[in-house]
């Protein structure tokens, strides 16, 4: 679907969250919720906030997990998800903390094998993913899911690919502050969702956004393999619709 504003197209995705949130909540069961990072979710975390402020959305049946976090980070440095989840949505909301999960950018080498699969098995103990909201880097990844990424992969741990690390390096005040590597839910975790929207907004997207929709299914571009799967919907603005 393609809207005139990024801003209108926040609003509608934000309002499905709501809907599914309060539908989860009439039937008593917990809402499941995979979240994304990044400049593209900001403005329906930013509703969602203000669905809770004036109109009493609550957030107390609804679990969370992050698609990814780099790898090593601490969750006080302002460029880990940790932080941005916090600053645009968690602190803002009445979530109850052990309802948040985020991979942990803090745990050890030694670990992080095992870190992974548990976060892995976490999610589908909770039944998989209700919605999962997504994003798209300009190397067509998801979540952190770079080019090469098998379309059946678990939550794992990655080596950024340079553009990617390039596209950071601002946020991180130059390349060499941009960790080599993150974790990343798997592509096949993503697609186990039963609800996905991934978001994209701006010219700098249309080239990344053709070929992730009319593009060959391929691990090269890791978004095309949403092209299968039976529930999806791109939620684009104009600009980033323009190349299709
Ligand atoms: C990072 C995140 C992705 C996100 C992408 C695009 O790489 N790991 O999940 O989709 O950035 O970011 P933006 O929305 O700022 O364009």
Redesign the pocket.
């Known amino acids: 679907v393609i809207f005139e504003s990024s801003l209108e197209a926040s609003v509608l995705v934000a309002h499905e969250i709501a809907n599914l949130i309060r539908r989860k909540e009439e039937l008593n069961e917990v809402c499941v919720l995979g979240l994304?990072?990044?400049?593209?979710?900001v403005k329906v975390y930013e509703e969602l906030v203000r669905m809770h402020r004036e109109e009493g959305l609550s957030f107390k049946n609804v679990v969370t997990f992050n698609?990814?976090e780099y790898y090593p980070i601490d969750v006080d440095n302002i460029q880990s998800?940790y932080y941005f989840m916090h600053d645009h949505l968690f602190n803002h909301v009445d979530i109850l903390h052990e309802n948040i999960n985020i991979p942990d950018g803090t745990v050890s080498d030694q670990d992080l094998h095992q870190y992974c699969i548990d976060y892995e098995m976490k999610i589908q103990s909770y039944g998989g993913i209700d919605f999962q909201l997504?994003?798209?880097?300009?190397t067509g990844?998801?979540?952190?899911n770079e080019p090469g990424s098998h379309i059946n992969s678990g939550t794992r741990a990655i080596t950024l690919d340079y553009i990617?690390r390039v596209?950071?390096s601002q946020a991180f005040l130059g390349l060499k502050n941009v960790p080599r590597k993150?974790i990343?839910m798997g592509v096949g975790t993503v697609r186990k969702a039963k609800r996905i929207m991934l978001?994209?907004?701006g010219i700098?997207?249309a080239d990344i956004i053709k070929q992730a929709i009319e593009g060959e299914m391929s691990s090269q571009v890791p978004a095309t393999y949403l092209q299968e799967h039976e529930n999806t919907t791109f939620v684009l603005d104009v600009e980033a619709s323009s190349e299709l």
């Open positions: 994304a990072t990044g400049s593209s979710p698609l990814d998800y997504l994003g798209i880097g300009r990844h998801i979540g952190f990617t596209d950071a993150a990343t978001l994209a907004w700098n997207k």
